[in-house]
């Protein structure tokens, strides 16, 4: 680094020594332009490795899966839709990913809303969905835009082009059929498979001096 700065920078490495510091190339070599490349962020996280004294760029060991919500179409509205969240996003281990063969740009996050899949998946957990498999594989878990509205069961195929909904709670909640038509009337449609999921305790436990 010392001989970078008391005798410059050779301009054979100026694009290997750019994605060492996370500038661009034009920076580092003239001072002009914007400092961080397009495309990243502050909270990217890259590595180096070091072969025969040429650095490169590692792939992060972690991937950032953008949150989806349930929204109002527009406000005051009732009907809702399933939307991105800007600046909100949550990391996973991008081996997580690549044993599941999930491509990382299919891979989005959500909230569970309500307790239809307690005790199994609870209240405010945030779920990883894999929008790559649609193919509904029977007792699997999938979330679901059910005209407008997200919703997470276990699907099961049944003759005659019908699905059953199924809640882990089922006492509470019922399972539910639909034929074909409602299906398309009622604008169902698989958004992906739920991979994962997280779960925070809800309560501390006494601790007694």
């Given at each position: 680094m010392n001989n970078w700065f008391n005798r410059g920078i050779p301009p054979g490495r100026i694009h290997s020594i750019a994605s060492l510091l996370t500038v661009s190339p034009e920076w580092l070599a003239h001072g002009e332009g914007p400092q961080t490349p397009l495309g990243l962020g502050p909270g990217t996280t890259y590595e180096a490795a070091e072969n025969d004294g040429v650095y490169s760029v590692v792939e992060?060991?972690?991937?950032e899966?953008?949150?989806?919500?349930e929204v109002p179409i527009a406000p005051g509205e009732t009907k809702t839709h399933i939307t991105e969240i800007p600046d909100q996003s949550i990391r996973l281990p991008r081996s997580h990913l690549e044993s599941l063969e999930i491509n990382p740009s299919d891979a989005i996050c959500i909230t569970m809303v309500g307790d239809s899949m307690a005790e199994r998946i609870a209240d405010g957990s945030t779920l990883a969905i894999d929008r790559g498999l649609t193919q509904i594989v029977d007792g699997q878990i999938y979330a679901l835009e059910h005209d407008g509205m997200l919703r997470i069961k276990y699907l099961h195929r049944i003759p005659g082009n019908r699905l059953r909904l199924r809640s882990h709670n089922s006492t509470a909640y019922p399972d539910e059929v639909f034929s074909a038509e409602q299906i398309d009337a009622q604008h169902i449609?698989?958004?992906g498979w739920v991979f994962w999921w997280s779960t925070l305790?809800?309560?501390?436990?006494?601790?007694?001096?």
């Open positions: 992060p060991t972690d991937i899966l953008p949150f989806y919500k449609h698989v958004i305790n809800k309560q501390r436990p006494p601790v007694f001096d």
